[in-house]
């Protein structure tokens, strides 16, 4: 059974976040096809990873730190509830990664205050994000099985998803406390390049950023490279 990528939007975005969410969302389908990302699917299992474009506040209901550019919601902290007077966490009951539009608008500040030239390559940068997000997710799901947060959680509480956790780290890259993160931005960028949106990066690049998302979206014009090849 195919892993698949499904776009949502937490808000409803405008001017830069709408543009850039846009691309975000029209290059799932493209990734969807990589054989690097199907091969992660288990079979048996029906493995739908949803792609969530919002901002500070999903950061905030996820304890993630507001400059994170995303993250794959696992589990958060624990969190007092005065009201029933007990602790509480939140613990993910699909296979949801963020991408925070609200980070993503330190693009065009940066742009403005160095009158930056070459654009296109912050957008692939920033279009990283989301193969970086889902590998995450994908990686979980290589060592649970497809298991969700919540499902581990059920096995074995928190402990269950802490040692889910490391189990990655160590395969990826050691055990190092943060050993995944080069695997998986050397993975991201490998798959992004080979799938590129290169016309939809250029449109944007050659935007002004205020003037984003300013007119309705040129219908994409990006061409698949086919066959995908991965060496
Ligand atoms: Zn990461």
Redesign the pocket.
């Known amino acids: 059974m195919p892993i698949r990528l499904t776009a949502h939007f937490a808000r409803e975005f405008t001017g830069p976040q709408a543009a850039l969410a846009a691309m975000g969302r029209d290059f799932l389908p493209r990734l969807e096809e990589h054989p690097d990302i199907q091969a992660y699917a288990v079979p048996g299992r029906d493995i739908e990873i949803r792609v969530i474009f919002g901002g500070r506040r999903e950061c905030r209901q996820w304890g993630v730190p507001a400059q994170a550019m ?3 919601a696992v589990a958060s902290k624990m969190k007092w509830d005065g009201r029933r007077e007990e602790y509480w966490r939140k613990v993910a009951d699909s296979h949801d990664v963020h991408v925070n539009m609200d980070a993503a608008m330190d693009i065009g500040e940066w742009w403005d205050r160095n009158q930056v030239e070459d654009r296109e390559s912050d957008l692939e940068s920033w279009l990283f994000t989301v193969p ?2 889902v ?2 997710a994908l990686e979980w799901i290589r060592e649970t099985g497809g298991r969700t947060p919540d499902e581990m959680f059920e096995e074995g509480d928190i402990d269950a998803i802490n040692r889910t956790s490391r189990a990655i780290r160590t395969r990826l890259n050691g055990g190092r406390p943060d050993g ?2 080069d695997h ?2 050397f993975h991201a960028r490998e798959v992004t390049y080979a799938t590129m949106p290169k016309a939809t990066i250029e449109r944007l690049g050659a935007t002004p950023w205020g003037e984003l998302g300013a007119a309705p979206a040129a219908p994409a014009t990006d061409a698949l490279p086919s066959p995908v090849r991965t060496p």
Do not use: R, S
Request: net charge negative.
């Open positions: 995303g993250f794959h970086h997000e590998l995450h995944d993160e998986i931005e």
